[in-house]
Structure formats: C-alpha cells, structure tokens
C-alpha cells in the first residue's frame, strides 16, 4: 500500500481544491507558450520588413525616371546613381526579411494544422 500526501499538502500550480486538475491540464498550460514564442518572432521579422520597406520607400521618393542627355546634368546623374546605390545595397536585406516573414508563417500555419490534428486525436 503507497502513501500519499494529503491533498492539501500537495504542491499546485492552480488553485483546484477537487483536484480533477492533473499534469496533462499543467502540460497543456505550458504549451500555450509556444504560440506566444512564435507570433513574437513573426512580429519581429515582418516589424523589421515593414522598417525597411519604408526606408526603400524614402530613398526612391527622390529618383527619377528620365535620361540625362547633355553634360549640364551631371549633378543630377550623380544623385541619382547614389539613389541607385543604395537601393541595390539594401535589396538584398529585404529578400531576406521577405523570405524570414514567409518562412514564419509556414511555420505557424503547420504548427496549428497539427494543434488541430492533435486535438481532434488524427496525430498522436
């Protein structure tokens, strides 16, 4: 015969005077930190292509589409080639950030089809 405690001596992480709540309900309350985790990290990668575009945005706001045909416009083609520049210098920064954002959201997409598959006992 095994001894157990009293149920007022037992640790409990919820008040559950019963005690109907047992570790699968605890494992379960664990669990809804992953979600959190993942939403965090999407916010930050689609936060950090949002920045971006918006500095992309601001750098061709003063580009023009047109060609400098005499030599009195050298100033201007030279503006427009720093303009160029660094739009090419920070393109690749936003297929990075493009490809973060939609890698997250592949994950989280599978990660709640097998919540759904797991609380409908499909998956084990």
């Given at each position: ?9 037992r640790?409990?992480f ?5 005690g ?30 949002a ?52 890698a ?10 097998r ?10």
């Amino acid at each position: 015969m095994q001894r157990t405690a009293p149920l007022a001596a037992r640790p409990r992480f919820f008040h559950d005077p019963a005690g109907t709540l047992g570790p699968q309900f605890v494992g379960r309350c664990g669990m809804t930190i992953v979600p959190m985790v993942m939403w965090s990290v999407w916010a930050a990668f689609a936060l950090f292509l949002a920045v971006l575009y918006i500095y992309r945005s601001s750098l061709t706001r003063d580009e023009e589409d047109q060609i400098f045909l005499d030599d009195s416009f050298d100033h201007e083609k030279a503006q427009q080639a720093v303009i160029v520049a660094k739009v090419a210098r920070i393109e690749p920064l936003v297929r990075i950030a493009l490809w973060l954002v939609v890698a997250m959201s592949v994950v989280m997409v599978a990660y709640y089809i097998r919540d759904v598959l797991l609380q409908l006992n499909i998956v084990h």
